[in-house]
């Protein structure tokens, strides 16, 4: 069996090191350079990679990784596409070997895409960027996914684990433009509207955010419900942006008996009581949070809600109770799972000395 790594690249130089090293199980390495000014071309080359300079315009993630694609030999049995700063584990290579069957199409791979600071695992999902020469090709100018003409078959890998390791420093870029030109091509696609809405979130562009993401939810197809219930709550935080934190609760409630599987929801609902001082409600959602211990591993989830959060959050609203002993057990079990915020930290420190 053949496999070949595919990517696109621009000023990468940092990270294409440990990218080769991690990719060094495949029979070929395979870049579109797309106008490195940082020598990142260069450095591939003398790594092992096979690298082509081509300049994308008007810029594209669809036209830039079918044209990487392309740059593979014609005998490769599996492709894999990665970015250069993300990192395949040790044994991805037999692990996939080990699952691929004749009939499949497509790989399902652990995709870790962001870290907790203690280095422990923050958002995570399923990934499906594995697949079979000839079956697919990319599509949608941002957020570019595999499209099929035909039958996909999965096949889910036990043992293929890529990390996403980004440059803290690097921006979004024209993400928007790319997200506003995705919804003008396809304006019945409910995954472009979702993520146009959370661009606009991001940025701060919260009445725009609202409008798109309501628009999402109105949508036919518009049917998974973990992105509905991601919208529902993105309106909810641009709301409470807003100074809207009645329509905020609102608005979380629906996301809730959406997805009630998620805690999502529930960890939303119990910080917006917090701001609010409503203690009994605040205890009540993080029980609720608590109580679902399943993760389900898809882009909607947070790492918040499955950290220190809902605990920390438990243990204010116990403190602010007068239920001293459930708060220290709460602010201990907060602290053993390592809160982000610095402030959190030691207020947990706090409730944990005191009866």
């Known amino acids: 069996m053949r496999i070949y790594v595919y990517a696109i690249a621009k000023d990468e130089a ?12 495949a029979d070929g390495v395979y870049v579109l350079d797309t106008g490195s000014s940082d ?17 994308v315009e008007p810029w594209r993630f669809d036209t830039a990784r079918n044209l990487s694609m392309e740059l593979v030999p014609g005998d490769g049995d599996i492709l894999v596409c990665t970015d250069l700063d993300e990192v395949l584990l040790p044994g991805w290579r037999n692990a996939l070997e080990a699952a691929w069957r004749p009939e499949c199409t497509t790989a399902r791979y652990e995709y870790v895409w962001s870290f907790r600071p203690d280095g422990s695992d923050g958002v995570k999902f399923w990934y499906e960027k594995a697949h079979r020469p000839g079956v697919c090709r990319w599509t949608h100018p941002v957020h570019e996914v595999l499209s099929y003409p035909g039958p996909k078959v999965l096949c889910t890998v036990p043992g293929m684990r890529l990390e996403h390791h980004p440059d803290p420093e690097k921006g979004r870029g024209d993400y928007l433009r790319l997200l506003e030109l995705a919804v003008a091509e396809a304006p019945a696609d409910p995954r472009d509207r979702h993520y146009l809405g959370r661009e606009y979130m991001f940025r701060g562009r ?31 935080r641009c709301l409470a942006a807003l100074g809207r934190g009645e329509e905020a609760e609102l608005w979380l409630l629906r996301a809730a008996f959406e997805a009630p599987e998620q805690r999502e929801p529930l960890v939303e609902l119990a910080r917006l009581m917090a701001g609010q001082q ?3 409600e605040c205890e009540r959602y993080c029980r609720l949070a608590l109580a679902i211990r399943r993760r ?28 001293g002993d459930w708060a220290a057990n709460c602010a201990a079990e907060a602290l053993r799972l390592g809160p982000e915020d610095p402030a959190e930290r030691e207020r947990m420190k706090d409730l944990c000395q005191k009866p």
């Open 278 to 280: 409503r203690w009994p």
């Open 296 to 323: 389900d591993m898809d882009y909607a989830t947070e790492a918040d809600a499955w950290g220190a959060k809902p605990w920390a959050l438990l243990a204010e609203a116990c403190a602010r109770q007068g239920q």
């Open 206 to 236: 919260w009445q725009e955010a609202i409008g798109a993401l309501k628009a999402h939810l109105a949508l036919p197809g518009a049917v998974w419900r973990p992105e509905r219930a991601a919208s529902m709550r993105y309106i909810a």
């Open 14 to 25: 940092g990270f294409a090191r440990r990218w080769m090293a991690s990719m060094g199980e």
């Open 39 to 55: 020598g990142t071309a260069a450095l591939l080359r003398s790594l092992g990679a096979e690298v082509t300079e081509r300049a």
